[in-house]
């Protein structure tokens, strides 16, 4: 994870940049005053001319809101400025900026609304560290149910810049205007259905900065990772074998959603492994993927003797129980690159540390854990309320790439990089749908990519799938017929 494009910084991250910028030569009025300037621009670009209400609070974040209400009330805007706090205990650019604003500065009321057709809100930035309550909260609680657009100052206020959490309330925001990179709370949920449409400015701190901040943090896009390509001399085998484990003959559809998936995203040859009984089902459905029987734990070791099987999916539909537990320490015990998802993970539940020693000891081969919350729960004593940092941690914890999923899905690598996925539907939230994902990446990995890049593209294609249905009435029969086109769209 390299690119600069994608980057997302921490509150903290953030204060650095600007601290940086300020040490090589740009004074922080300047950032102050072009902070301003982008957010009145953004707005004179999107609204036509209004009665517009600024509402500022008393840090840094309110002296940008000042240089706004100047900036709109020069071209002619009705502008009325409205402090939370007292003039008297600003400091620094903020209270430089709130004294260049040469009309009234307004006690912040709630009546104020009333007159407005537009606000800005310029209350907090992103690094917000306590709730908002009292007579601010009912106030933001106005605010929302006027229905009035709101252009917010860095982030909605109310959400917390690193988490995405609401700190007891927030600001809905029409748009938001934040400054050099986005933070990580503009992505996380909820915060990114606060923030909604996010517009990223230039306002004069140069990219080098970054050579001095220990980015760890990227938004999930194709520039990322790249695709295998096939070239005219490749054979089958060139794009690897996925092996999918299957559960038994009334538990057959999720592996058999995983196969598909494996194979539609490339992977030259995919293979169904289970009890004969469950393999007479699924030749009833398959034409294209391959069945063979392996009923124990030892005739799966035997099978994966063959490393032409250089990827391994496991868990979907697997069943919980020490059966489980043997087949997936079987898989691990071989050369293959795993996904282990579902029944495979939750098998573990009573004693975690034994899966992550044996995926620690794995001597060739990645592994990618791809648990839901509630998964994740059963694996890792991991309370914080980050859902970045519980997947960070998760990772280092049991040596495998984790894709915790949701609508915001994290994917994070042992050593610390995370990535965060934000092109998922609301409509891929259904049944079998995990599957889908585990074997887009099994079918990755199949063809060479890292546990990283396969995660990452497996995630993102997943959510383009999802997209490419169009809404309402997707199932997970639906995704991997949707890979070609999605593939296809990506090579444009």
């Known amino acids: 994870m390299c690119d600069d494009e994608n980057i997302l910084l921490t509150p903290k991250q953030m204060a650095k ?19 301003g300037q982008v957010v009145a621009e953004q707005i004179l670009a999107s609204y036509q001319k209004c009665n517009v209400l600024v509402i ?27 402090l939370f706090g007292n003039k008297s205990t600003l400091k620094g650019d903020a209270k430089i900026n709130a004294d260049r604003y040469e009309a009234e500065i307004k006690i912040l009321h709630p009546n104020l609304i009333n007159n407005a057709d537009l606000i800005v809100d310029a209350l907090f930035g992103t690094g917000l560290d306590r709730n908002i309550e009292g007579d601010l909260a009912h106030f933001i609680d106005l605010v929302n149910k006027s229905g009035l657009p709101v252009v917010a100052i860095d982030i909605a206020s109310g959400i917390d810049g690193e988490t995405g959490q609401v700190r007891g309330i927030a600001i809905i925001a029409k748009q938001t205007v934040s400054f050099f990179k986005p933070k990580l709370g503009h992505y996380l949920l909820p915060g990114r259905e606060y923030c909604n449409q996010l517009h990223i400015a230039d306002i004069g701190i140069v990219e080098s900065v970054l050579q001095k901040i220990e980015v760890s943090t990227w938004l999930n896009s194709p520039n990322l990772w790249t695709l295998p390509k096939r070239n005219p001399l490749n054979h089958k085998y060139d794009a690897g074998h996925c092996i999918v484990i299957s559960g038994d003959e009334l538990h057959t559809g999720a592996a058999r959603l995983a196969a598909r998936s494996a194979l539609r995203i490339g992977a030259g040859l995919v293979t169904l492994a289970g009890e004969k009984s469950a393999l007479l089902v699924h030749a009833n459905h398959l034409s294209s ?5 392996a009923k124990t734990a030892n005739e799966l070791s035997n099978i994966l003797l063959d490393k032409r099987f250089n990827s391994i999916v496991i868990g979907p539909a697997l069943g919980v129980g020490s059966r489980t537990q043997k087949l997936v320490l079987a898989a691990l015990n071989s050369s293959a690159s795993m996904v282990i998802d579902a029944d495979g993970m939750s098998s573990f539940s009573k004693n975690p540390q034994i899966l992550f020693d044996a995926i620690k000891a794995k001597s060739y081969g990645e592994v990618v854990l791809t648990p839901h919350m509630g998964e994740f729960a059963k694996l890792f004593d991991i309370n914080d309320i980050s ?21 915001d899905t994290i994917i994070a690598t042992p050593n610390g990089k995370v990535a965060i996925n934000n092109n998922a539907p609301p409509y891929l939230a259904t049944a079998g749908s995990g599957d889908v994902l585990s074997g887009i990446i099994g079918g990755l990995l199949a ?10 593209a497996g995630v993102y294609l997943h959510g383009e799938a999802g997209s490419a249905f169009g809404g309402q009435g997707l199932i997970a029969d639906d995704l991997p017929s949707l890979l070609p086109f999605v593939l296809r769209q990506d090579n444009n």
Not at 289 to 293: A, R, S
Request: one cysteine or more; proline letters at 2%.
């Open 17 to 35: 940049a600007d601290a940086l910028a300020i040490k090589g030569g740009v004074p922080s009025i300047d950032l102050m005053e072009n902070a």
């Open 56 to 82: 500022c609070g008393p840090g840094n974040n309110g002296g940008d809101g000042f240089v706004v209400a100047r900036l709109l009330k020069q071209q002619g805007w009705q502008v009325e400025l409205a």
């Open 289 to 293: 993927i391959m069945l063979i029987e």
């Open 387 to 407: 859902k970045v940092k519980k997947a960070r941690l998760a990772a280092k914890i049991s040596g495998a790439t984790i894709v915790l999923k949701g609508a």
């Open 447 to 456: 063809q060479g990519l890292s546990a990283k890049k396969a995660a990452m």
